[in-house]
């Protein structure tokens, strides 16, 4: 794997900057504000993305702020100029589905990923504007999406990794009715200060329960787990070179105002003295195959392929992680080319080292 691919395999839109709630651990820098993406930006984005979806499976995620925040009016205008090839998913907290959200996601074929970290009692973070527990709104949209025969994903933050939540947190998911789960450990980026320098035995500890929860009944597609035993099963059959791809995918983030950032979402927003506004160009002036060609001669992007040769060069875990997360390392580190950070200690090595604990605690005996 080395430099990044000029094709994504999605891109990543953001139909407002707005929340309509306040998540203590939220890195989002403009939640409060409605900045909304003009009618402009989408067409200018389906230009380059109609011709991928025609030639491969092709997938546009509206994050936010709350994506469904920007209205069905406004979202079924920027969803129009994209072909039927194309798959769309929202990621959202849920709290404004109804009925009339249902039969949009049903009319314009959206898969839904729905935020939510477990539950009430663990759900704290997940607050309104006015400081509310969010969850019972959460739950409400839910049960709108379910009674719809709607599936959905799921996506959990722990902000606290501790013994016995990890099956506590798989069998709510069980309940819910989710059919994918992702989890991931809270992180230390944007406007989200607080650190997440965890206790390695408790992280490695968590991971490892959640292996044994999931394989006890594994109806949930658990996304980290699926992916470390398939990492774990390639280094055994010898074809482990074969899992990363051969070039980073770009993952487009474009931003409200048509500006894209590229590999990581989380600096949408941000400026820096040495970095700008980490934007790779903007699609009203440029076509976005025509700034992804060219992303590779972003400052920082070259900073940060400096640090994935480090990482190449020094992790005995590059062949699982691939030289981890920009955003993690800017916001850490303070910069692109450093290596590890507390974001992938926690969530890739001690995310396979709870995986081979759990196969260790569990190897038969010899014969
Ligand atoms: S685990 Fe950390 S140090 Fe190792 S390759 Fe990934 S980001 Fe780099």
Not at 188 to 214: H, K, P, S, Y
């Amino acid at each position: 794997m080395r430099g990044i691919a000029a094709v994504p395999s999605y891109v990543v839109m953001q139909p407002t900057t707005l929340c309509n709630l306040d998540c203590v651990y939220c890195y989002l820098p403009l939640r409060a504000a409605d900045r909304r993406m003009p009618l402009t930006v989408a067409e200018a984005v389906a230009a380059s993305v109609n011709p991928w979806a025609a030639s491969g499976r092709f997938s546009v995620v509206w994050h936010g702020g709350e994506p469904l925040a920007a209205g069905r009016e406004h979202l079924a205008a920027l969803l129009a100029p994209f072909g039927p090839a194309v798959e769309h998913h929202v990621q959202t907290n849920a709290t404004l589905i109804d009925d009339a959200w249902c039969a949009f996601f049903v009319e314009h074929g959206i898969r839904v990923s729905v935020s939510v970290d477990g539950p009430r009692a663990r759900n704290g973070e997940r607050v309104t504007r006015g400081g509310r527990p969010a969850y019972d709104r959460i739950l409400a949209g839910v049960a709108a999406l379910r009674r719809h025969g709607l599936p959905f994903s799921a996506l959990a933050v722990v902000s606290r990794p501790e013994r016995g939540l990890a099956t506590e947190l798989y069998d709510y998911f069980l309940d819910l009715g989710c059919d994918v789960l992702g989890i991931n450990i809270e992180e230390t980026e944007g406007v989200n200060t607080r650190t997440n320098a965890r206790d390695a035995a408790a992280v490695t500890g968590f991971w490892a329960e959640l292996v044994g929860a999931w394989r006890r009944d594994p109806r949930i597609h658990l996304r980290e787990i699926e992916w470390s035993l398939r990492y774990a099963g390639a280094v055994l059959a010898g074809t482990a070179d074969d899992l990363l791809p051969r070039r980073l995918d770009p993952i487009p983030t474009v931003s409200h105002d048509g500006s894209v950032v590229v590999l990581s979402p989380e600096l949408a927003g941000f400026t820096d003295p040495r970095y700008g506004d980490f934007s790779s160009g903007n699609v009203l002036t440029t076509p976005l195959a025509e700034i992804l060609a060219g992303a590779g001669r972003t400052p920082w992007v070259g900073e940060f392929l400096t640090g994935v040769e480090a990482c190449r060069s020094s992790c005995p875990y590059f062949g699982f992680c691939g030289g981890g997360h920009a955003a993690n390392r800017y916001f850490e580190l303070g910069r692109f080319d450093g290596t590890e950070t507390e974001h992938c200690r926690n969530s890739k090595i001690r995310l396979l080292e709870g995986v081979l604990e759990h196969a260790r605690d569990h190897e038969s005996p010899a014969a």
